[in-house]
């Protein structure tokens, strides 16, 4: 079983289209991420959501909008997309807010998004 | 200065050699730090938390040194499924995130 699952794995598109990557976890946990990969393999927080409530929304342009309908799915829509999106997007999750100290944060297999 | 810092590599060394990364952490709160894995074009997985002054697990050891603000992993006995990028992490308590270091690429060659 898969414990954070994210769909599409791949994703190519036009400049201008909208596009959402959704994200599932079975693993009963509160809080949920999305992270971005650039191409110099820098990992950056995005939004963070516990219990479906927002905690983190970082400095991202605001045509990206997560959206949470219940604990165990955070999906991710991206409005007017720009070349400079693309990425690897990683969503993840773990039992309490952070992921400190035992409290693990497990990652989807990402999906890359090309912008051409 | 940047939160997480670490020397990107590549690290080449040969099977059965040990090998050494450092990070350095700008947050002196931060309590607990840990080590990530992550092989090309797959998802970070952790590979150890680093509390204390350090721990070992097998061939790999975590140390911290809270005075000079960094924390180092030393792999033993180096195999090639050890070649991978290593994500160093330190909490953002403010923040309630975890900062990534920009990683590590080791390369084990036979």
């Known amino acids: 079983d898969t414990a954070v699952s994210q769909t599409p794995k791949y994703l190519v598109t036009q400049m201008g289209n909208d596009k959402s990557i959704k994200c599932e976890q079975n693993l009963g946990h509160d809080t949920m991420y999305w992270y971005k990969q650039d191409s110099k393999k820098f990992l950056k927080i995005m939004f963070s959501y516990n219990n479906k409530e927002l905690i983190i929304n970082e400095t991202v342009p605001n045509r990206f909008s997560p959206k949470s309908p219940d604990k165990a799915h955070l999906n991710l829509h991206i409005n007017s997309l720009e070349l400079g999106d693309s990425a690897v997007y990683f969503c993840?999750?773990?039992?309490?807010?952070?992921?400190?100290?035992?409290?693990?944060?497990?990652f989807g297999p990402g999906t890359r998004l090309t912008v051409l | 200065r940047k939160e997480v810092e670490q020397d990107p590599g590549p690290f080449n060394v040969p099977e059965g050699a040990t090998v050494a990364f450092n990070c350095t952490y700008s947050?002196?709160?931060?309590?607990?730090f840990f080590w990530y894995r992550q092989d090309c074009r797959k998802e970070p997985k952790l590979l150890m938390s680093v509390y204390s002054s350090g721990n070992e697990d097998g061939r790999f050891t975590a140390q911290l040194n809270r005075a000079s603000q960094y924390i180092s992993l030393l792999i033993r006995d180096s195999k090639l499924s050890d070649s991978a990028t290593y994500l160093c992490?330190?909490?953002?308590?403010?923040?309630?995130?975890?900062?990534f270091g920009s990683g590590t690429r080791l390369q084990v060659q036979p």
């Open positions: 947050n002196s709160a931060s309590q607990s």
């Open positions: 992490v330190a909490p953002d308590t403010g923040r309630r995130a975890l900062t």
């Open positions: 993840a999750s773990s039992q309490d807010v952070w992921g400190g100290l035992g409290n693990e944060q497990f």
